[in-house]
C-alpha cells in the first residue's frame, strides 16, 4: 500500500492554512499550483507548502486529517513552527 500525506499549504507566513491529504505529495503541491484542485488554495493563494507529514497508507493519513481540522489555530501553527520555523517553502524539497 502506498503511503499518505497530510500537508499544510499558507499564502505566507501566519496567514491562511489550508490542510489536505493525498498518496502523491509533489503531484498535489503541482495541481494546487496550477489551479487544477481545490478553489479554496486557489482563491486565497496557498500554494506554500509549510509542513507535512508522512504516514504508512492513506488511511491513518485522513484519519489524522480529520483530527487536524477539529485543531484550533494555534495549535496548527506551533506544529508547522516546530519544523519549519522560517515557514520555508518545502515543496522544493520533494
Same mark, same amino acid.
Given at each position: 500500500m502506498k503511503p499518505g500525506y497530510v500537508y499544510i499549504l499558507t499564502n505566507k507566513p501566519?496567514?491562511?492554512l489550508y490542510?489536505?491529504?493525498t498518496d502523491d505529495l509533489p503531484g498535489r503541491?503541482?495541481?494546487h %499550483?496550477?489551479?487544477a484542485v481545490?478553489?479554496?488554495t486557489k482563491t486565497y493563494n496557498c500554494h506554500t507548502l509549510v509542513w507535512f507529514e508522512e504516514f504508512e497508507n492513506i488511511h491513518d493519513a485522513r484519519a489524522f486529517e480529520k483530527q487536524m481540522k477539529k485543531w484550533? %489555530?494555534?495549535w496548527r501553527v506551533n506544529r508547522i513552527?516546530? %519544523?519549519n520555523p522560517t515557514w520555508r517553502d518545502l515543496a522544493n524539497d520533494l
Open positions: 501566519m496567514g491562511v490542510i489536505g491529504v503541491i503541482e495541481q %499550483r496550477s489551479g481545490s478553489s479554496f484550533n %489555530r494555534a513552527v516546530e %519544523r
